[in-house]
């Protein structure tokens, strides 16, 4: 009788084990979105459709206005995912691989545009392939995507990545199939901006759970 004591004591200890087991199986699932992430990205994956729209049909005289628009788009998205690295718990380094290449490709486009007039397609082809890698590496973080949108985010990366390495490895296309490519990539970066937006936990960080 006098070691009830301690046997009570050790499934106490047991239930403890167990309860922060549990509570570590449920980390990856902490929401790292707030409400005001949550509307920059609405407004990046409208934005990025915008400019997929616009990459059909704009005159290669454009290129400069162009050039500067992807640019400051790019650090825009940069600027979002800084956000999401310093919120998030697993898997923060794709968060700041994202914000590092975009910030990159983003002061290419604004500050070499010798570059992007003599070689527009390795520059576009560039873009197109690191932020399809970051969309590969964030459809992996479980507090972003999961189940189906994963999924989703998965076929984005990859079509990204053909995409980019089209553009980059080939040099027999036009100007028009490089819009073309472009524009198609561009618009699916929105959606996946949106998917992200509206599709994450909604219990975002500045409300109560």
């Known amino acids: 009788m006098a070691n009830l004591p301690e046997v009570q004591q050790s499934e106490a200890s047991g239930e403890e084990v167990t309860q922060s087991r549990s509570e570590q199986h449920q980390l990856p699932h902490k929401p790292i979105i707030s409400y005001f992430v949550r509307k920059l990205l609405a407004t990046a994956g409208v934005i990025s459709i915008i400019l997929g729209i616009f990459a059909f049909v ?35 380094g794709s968060h700041l691989m994202s914000a590092l290449l975009s910030l990159v490709m983003g002061l290419v486009l604004l500050f070499r545009q010798d570059v992007a007039k003599d070689f527009i397609g390795l520059v576009f082809g560039f873009w197109i392939l690191f932020n399809a890698t970051s969309n590969l590496a964030q459809t992996w973080v479980p507090e972003l995507l999961v189940g189906w949108q994963r999924l989703v985010g998965l076929v984005i990366g990859a079509v990204g990545l053909c995409l980019g390495l089209f553009l980059v490895l080939f040099t027999g296309y036009s100007t028009h199939d490089m819009q073309i490519i472009l524009g198609i990539y561009t618009d699916l970066l929105g959606i996946f901006f949106l998917l992200v937006s509206f599709f994450s936990r909604k219990n975002d960080l500045n409300k109560p759970a």
């Not at 162009?66 to 825009?76: K, P």
């Open 58 to 92: 704009f005159n290669p005289e454009w290129l400069l206005a162009v050039s500067i628009l992807f640019g400051l788009f790019s650090i825009f998205i940069a600027i979002i995912d800084l956000m999401l690295f310093r919120n998030s718990t697993y898997l923060r």
